[in-house]
């Protein structure tokens, strides 16, 4: 089964510095990723994903990832984060097969100071 | 194009109530799926639907049930409800256009207040 762990639950960045945000999966196979982002109160958007080619993946308001498979990593970065950045950052994991199941990371929740 | 679309938004129920929750996957998408997410558990994977049948399920119990319509909407229920239902429902649809997994696209989800 796969599963994917983010290990930081809250991070506090100030507006314009750059963020990484750190995703691992388990997966057997070649794994399909996914940044998503949820505002409060709101359902999940999509940033970027990975199914295959360039591990260098570029997404919406100028987020990018990148894929390691040596690592197991799927880290999700910005060069400079602005304060509307402020949500919760959610790295996913999908099952190969035909199947639309989705495994999910507890979260990170970014918060960006002036 | 119109997004998922989830109703209602806001519902409050007792223990032991059934409860109808709905959701309007975006046109031309056919497959659905739904998630509950909690603060303790984070966003868990009820089921998913494609062409009116089942195809996934997650580790729920049989309190929780779904089904999907020729037109794609999907309904999910919950019957003989219990406080640790409490829960944002989340609704995914993705064109599911291949056999491979698809981007899924989600709504603002449901909030279920069970009291």
């Known amino acids: 089964a796969q599963s994917v762990t983010q290990p930081d639950i809250h991070i506090t960045v100030s507006e314009g510095a750059s963020l990484e945000l750190r995703c691992n999966y388990s997966y057997g196979a070649t794994p399909y990723l996914f940044w998503y982002v949820q505002s409060p109160g709101q359902g999940l958007q999509l940033l970027l994903k990975?199914?295959?080619?360039?591990?260098l993946v570029q997404g919406i308001k100028g987020f990018e990832a990148e894929f390691k498979r040596s690592q197991s990593s799927f880290n999700l970065r910005k060069p400079s984060v602005h304060w509307s950045d402020a949500a919760e950052y959610f790295c996913a994991v999908g099952a190969a097969g035909g199947y639309q199941k989705v495994t999910f990371g507890t979260g990170t929740k970014l918060q960006v100071i002036p | 194009k119109a997004g998922v679309t989830q109703t209602p938004r806001y519902l409050i129920k007792t223990r032991g109530q059934q409860v109808t929750l709905s959701c309007s996957p975006i046109?031309?998408?056919?497959?659905v799926s739904w998630y509950q997410q909690t603060p303790g558990q984070g966003l868990q994977f009820l089921f998913e639907?494609?062409?009116?049948?089942?195809?996934n399920k997650g580790n729920f119990p049989g309190r929780f049930s779904g089904r999907q319509f020729s037109n794609s909407r999907s309904e999910m229920n919950v019957s003989t409800l219990e406080l640790g239902d409490s829960a944002l429902y989340l609704c995914a649809s993705s064109p599911k256009t291949g056999g491979a997994i698809d981007t899924q696209y989600f709504g603002p989800g449901t909030r279920l207040t069970v009291l």
């Open positions: 639907y494609f062409s009116e049948t089942q195809r």
């Open positions: 990975y199914f295959s080619g360039d591990t």
């Open positions: 046109s031309g998408h056919r497959s």
